[in-house]
């Protein structure tokens, strides 16, 4: 009996290892899994930290150059481009005129050659 005892120790003590291998082994996956998740946190972290130095030197930099004085420049360059675009569509216009003047012209006096 003994021996029947023994060999269910053993077989209940081998149950107990396998078990308490199986749960090592989760832990294992579960803290390599929180190891990835800790890093992503860390990389997101450290991108956000260096996005909000890079809007932060961005302001100072405007507030340094005098971000009104530049918003000026830039409305005075956009009037300029309207006015330059405005001029060119004139021209356009003029030119087609004149195009279409040319070629009556040309018809007129191409009818009185005929008639002479």
Do not use: P, V
Request: hydrophobic share 40%; net charge negative; charged share 45%.
């Amino acid at each position: 009996m003994t021996d029947d005892h023994e060999r269910l120790e053993l077989k209940l003590a081998k149950a107990a290892y396998a078990e308490a291998e199986q749960i090592k082994k989760a832990a294992e996956r579960d803290r390599a899994a929180a190891e990835y998740d800790r890093g992503q946190i860390e990389h997101a972290k450290r991108t956000m930290e260096q996005m909000e130095l890079s809007i932060a030197a961005r302001e100072r930099k405007l507030k340094e150059l005098g971000e009104d004085t530049l918003l000026a420049r830039e409305k005075a360059a956009d009037d300029k481009l309207r006015q330059a675009q405005e001029l060119m569509r004139a021209y356009d216009r003029d030119r087609h005129a004149a195009m279409i003047s040319l070629q009556q012209i040309d018809a007129r006096e191409k009818a009185e050659r005929e008639a002479a």
